[in-house]
């Protein structure tokens, strides 16, 4: 699995307060992503990363942000959640060179704004 | 821009019997393409992929996948299926590699197709 751990599993919120996802893994890769997955959209990507400090913006990248301080935290943040936010969120993460990439998913947040 | 195509959000099949799960994908280059499957509660876990290698790509549990260029298809099938394959499935394509140049982890991904096996 990569090392990955995703926190916290479930959240519930309020709309317009703050939140955010943590994504760790142990193992020192370079390249992690979030997605998140909705019935009928299969999963969509929010932002990415391809190292500390450098992060690009997924094809859903709107009402999210993404810090990367250090290799092993990749953080999502909702700076004000909305009910359309309301989904479940995966962190993965790249292992492996060009001939043998693999992507490593978490075990996903389930998050609901009320 | 890339997009996929799942035919069939839910697919039934009896235990034994062939599985086949419909993806299409349009992409202006020469696509990498996936199949993923996700069990209730879990992460998406990878079953195979397509580099450009062999248009036959064979994968874990017993599933395999083949490109083909002229149909713009990469159908997955299984020959017979197990009580166990129940879950869903995703194809997902990836022709774009991220600003740091050697991941494509960007994926898109189709809806999604639900497998269920009946005994």
């Known amino acids: 699995d990569a090392g990955i751990t995703q926190s916290p599993r479930h959240k519930v919120t309020e709309t317009g307060t703050p939140v955010t996802l943590r994504c760790h893994q142990t193992e020192n890769h370079r390249y992690m992503y979030w997605y998140r997955q909705d019935p009928g959209h299969g999963l969509r990507l929010i932002h990415y990363s391809y190292g500390v400090k450098d992060t690009d913006k997924g094809e859903v990248s709107d009402g999210y942000s993404v810090s990367r301080s250090k290799t092993e935290d990749f953080l999502l943040t909702l700076e004000s959640a909305t009910s359309s936010q309301t989904s479940v969120y995966f962190c993965a993460i790249s292992v492996g060179d060009a001939t043998n990439e693999k992507l490593f998913f978490g075990s996903g947040t389930q998050l609901s704004v009320l | ?119």
């Open chain 2, 1 to 119: 821009a890339q997009s996929v195509t799942q035919l069939g959000s839910h697919v039934s099949v009896s235990e034994g019997a062939l599985v086949l799960l419909r993806c299409n994908y349009s992409s202006s280059v020469p696509p990498y393409l996936f199949w993923y499957v996700q069990y209730p509660n879990q992460g998406l876990q990878l079953l195979l992929k397509y580099t450009s290698a062999a248009t036959l790509v064979k994968g874990i549990n017993g599933f395999e996948a083949e490109f083909k260029k002229s149909e713009t298809s990469f159908h997955l099938t299984k020959p017979s299926a197990h009580m166990s394959d129940a879950a869903e499935y995703f194809c997902a394509v990836s022709d774009d590699p991220d600003a740091g140049g050697t991941s494509y982890g960007k994926l898109t991904f189709g809806q999604g197709t639900i497998l269920t096996v009946h005994p």
